[in-house]
């Protein structure tokens, strides 16, 4: 099995700076993509950025300058750097992963997801 913990969601004042970190355990045998889902009220989950085992990370409009992902493959970890935050950046935030399995003789891919930690900015 798999599972995505993540950590460091909170309350912080528009302007700050908060840090989430999301880490992998279980029976991986590699991880190709790791990303960052958000959730506000009433509204679809939005990609915020995602970062490839080898290749360019994507980061969505509103957070382009302000956020920072990166991820430590030997340690199955991502990170979310989040500066100059704004009330519009309040959601849920999810960390999600692309892991391959090798179970019963077979290599198994699927997409995995955290249980999403809270970021509420306000003043």
């Known amino acids: 099995q798999v599972q995505l913990v993540e950590s460091g969601g909170g309350l912080v004042q528009p302007g700050k700076s908060l840090n989430l970190s999301c880490e992998a355990s279980?029976?991986?045998?590699?991880?190709?993509?790791m990303g960052w889902y958000r959730q506000a009220p009433g509204k679809q989950r939005e990609l915020v950025a995602k970062v490839p085992s080898g290749g360019t990370t994507t980061y969505a409009d509103s957070v382009k300058g302000r956020f920072t992902i990166s991820r430590d493959n030997a340690k199955n970890t991502v990170w979310l750097r989040m500066n100059s935050l704004n009330p519009e950046d309040t959601a849920v935030y999810y960390c999600?992963?692309?892991?391959?399995?090798?179970?019963?003789?077979?290599?198994?891919?699927?997409?995995?997801w955290g249980q999403g930690t809270q970021v509420t900015v306000s003043a």
């Open positions: 999600t992963a692309f892991i391959i399995r090798y179970s019963d003789h077979k290599y198994r891919a699927d997409n995995y």
């Open positions: 279980g029976s991986i045998f590699s991880i190709r993509s």
